[in-house]
């Protein structure tokens, strides 16, 4: 027999203690902006989610969107400024960032799934009141430790986190595929961070796996290599130190704050990585950096 076939039986037989683990759990992904690629790399992705639909394991997608936004927000000549790896979100912006993330990131990522045979839904924090958020303010430490606080606009905390209709979906059969505005309590529209939503959902849900997928192997420590395993203390002495710094802010503080809300652990990973999904649920190499108490 051709030994290509023994192979992959065999790479399947091994992963039968993993999808026992695995069984019924529920993996919230973030789908990073920066992750998603081009169509063939979209494809994969959805690909390995039908696949872990298909094995008993229940992904909630929750994507970015943000190198997709800096376009559109480009074309329409609207600057656009980060703090802490968040977006100074005005007016006009919110409008835009939430046409472009309800609109055309969350339609690309469910058409893709559904290609595959999944049965995707696209939602957003607005439906049924999945987020209901309050204005988010940035921490800002200064030189001196002095903290200030930055008025970011239009950016959100999930205050208010409503899953039910995430259950539901998952019961039914359905992968959730969900976009991070939320509501604002006075009919505001709020863009959340990709992470915290993430994050958020996770949390709220007691989620057994939340991955963070991005750009970059997982958290790197000053010599650039990749941690693989961090604990709390860890996250916030490299923080202190400068050695997380830019959009990795957003990741740690979620992974602190939904291992915080009872989620068991948190992988941030390269999600430009073939199968990384899958290498990091199904097989004993896993992938980034795990992140738990
Ligand atoms: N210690 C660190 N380890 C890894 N990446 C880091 C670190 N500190 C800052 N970063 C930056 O964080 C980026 C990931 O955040 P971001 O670009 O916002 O990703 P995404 O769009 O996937 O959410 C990396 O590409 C890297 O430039
Ligand atoms: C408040 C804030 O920063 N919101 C993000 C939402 C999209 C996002 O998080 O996209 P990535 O995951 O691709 O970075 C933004 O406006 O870019």
Same mark, same amino acid.
């Given at each position: 027999?051709?030994?290509?076939?023994?192979?992959?039986?065999?790479?399947?037989?091994?992963?039968?203690?993993?999808?026992?683990?695995?069984?019924?759990?529920?993996?919230?992904?973030?789908?990073?902006?920066?992750?998603?690629?081009?169509?063939?790399?979209?494809?994969?992705?959805?690909?390995?989610?039908?696949?872990?639909?298909?094995?008993?394991?229940?992904?909630?997608?929750?994507?970015?969107?943000?190198?997709?936004?800096?376009?559109?927000?480009?074309?329409?000549?609207?600057?656009?400024?980060?703090?802490?790896?968040?977006?100074?979100?005005?007016?006009?912006?919110?409008?835009?960032?939430?046409?472009?993330?309800?609109?055309?990131?969350?339609?690309?990522?469910?058409?893709?799934?559904?290609?595959?045979?999944?049965?995707?839904?696209?939602?957003?924090?607005?439906?049924?009141?999945?987020?209901?958020?309050?204005?988010?303010?940035?921490?800002?430490?200064?030189?001196?430790?002095?903290?200030?606080?930055?008025?970011?606009?239009?950016?959100?905390?999930?205050?208010?986190?409503?899953?039910?209709?995430?259950?539901?979906?998952?019961?039914?059969?359905?992968?959730?595929?969900?976009?991070? &505005?939320?509501? =604002? *309590?006075?009919?505001?529209?709020?863009?959340?961070?990709?992470? #915290? $939503?993430? +994050? %958020?959902?996770?949390?709220?849900?007691?989620?057994?796996?939340?991955?963070?997928?991005?750009?970059?192997?997982?958290?790197?420590?000053?010599?650039?290599?990749?941690?693989?395993?961090?604990?709390?203390?860890?996250?916030?002495?490299?923080?202190?130190?400068?050695?997380?710094?830019?959009?990795?802010?957003?990741?740690?503080?979620?992974?602190?704050?939904?291992?915080?809300?009872?989620?068991?652990?948190?992988? &941030?990973?390269? =999600? *430009?990585?073939?199968?990384?999904?899958?290498?990091?649920?199904? #097989? $004993?190499? +896993? %992938?980034?950096?795990?992140?738990?108490?």
């Amino acid at each position: 027999m051709n030994r290509d076939w023994i192979a992959t039986a065999r790479t399947l037989s091994e992963a039968l203690p993993y999808l026992q683990r695995y069984d019924g759990a529920t993996v919230v992904i973030k789908f990073g902006g920066h992750a998603m690629g081009d169509d063939e790399a979209m494809e994969k992705f959805a690909r390995d989610i039908v696949l872990m639909k298909q094995c008993n394991v229940h992904p909630v997608i929750v994507h970015g969107g943000g190198p997709m936004i800096n376009d559109l927000l480009k074309r329409l000549d609207i600057q656009s400024d980060f703090v802490a790896g968040k977006r100074v979100t005005d007016e006009a912006t919110v409008e835009v960032v939430e046409m472009v993330l309800t609109g055309r990131v969350n339609k690309r990522i469910v058409q893709a799934i559904n290609a595959q045979g999944g049965k995707a839904v696209g939602l957003s924090g607005k439906d049924a009141n999945l987020m209901v958020c309050d204005k988010a303010l940035a921490q800002l430490t200064g030189p001196d430790g002095t903290v200030t606080e930055a008025d970011l606009g239009f950016v959100g905390d999930p205050a208010e986190v409503n899953p039910d209709v995430v259950r539901t979906f998952l019961d039914s059969d359905f992968i959730p595929v969900i976009a991070p &505005i939320g509501a =604002g *309590r006075n009919g505001e529209t709020y863009n959340i961070n990709g992470d #915290t $939503a993430a +994050g %958020a959902i996770a949390a709220a849900m007691k989620a057994d796996r939340l991955l963070l997928l991005t750009d970059v192997a997982g958290v790197k420590d000053a010599s650039g290599d990749v941690i693989t395993s961090l604990s709390a203390e860890d996250v916030r002495r490299l923080t202190a130190e400068g050695v997380i710094a830019g959009g990795m802010i957003p990741k740690t503080e979620t992974a602190l704050a939904a291992l915080d809300g009872g989620v068991r652990a948190v992988v &941030i990973l390269d =999600g *430009r990585a073939p199968h990384a999904c899958l290498l990091e649920l199904f #097989t $004993a190499h +896993g %992938a980034g950096s795990l992140i738990r108490n």
